[in-house]
């Protein structure tokens, strides 16, 4: 399996992005994707997941702000932020879990205040 992350960036704190992680590969054998983030200094956290199923699951400090989707025919996942805070910046990862966890090689976020 192979991803892709893209939609990171520089951001004022309030404003929104919305990252788009593209899988390849073994697709069918993945039953959760995730969105993780590290910051400096920091270990990586689970911030979003979503299952096969379309269930979703979310860290405290994204709920309510951030929304993880799916598209499966386009084998799309994305993650909606807003109202971004500076202390959301971090280099954030798409994962994806099979037999294995698969990751991206990681998208930008900063937001400044």
Known sequence: VQLVESGGGLVQAGGSLRL????SGNIFSIYVMAWYRQAPGKQRELVAAITSGGSTDYVDSAKGRFTISRDNAKNMVY???NNLKPED????YCSALAAVRFWGQGTQ?????
Request: aromatic share 6%.
């Open 20 to 23: 788009s992680c593209a899988a």
């Open 79 to 81: 993650l909606q932020m």
């Open 109 to 113: 976020v900063t937001v400044s205040s």
């Open 89 to 92: 910046t971090a280099v954030y």
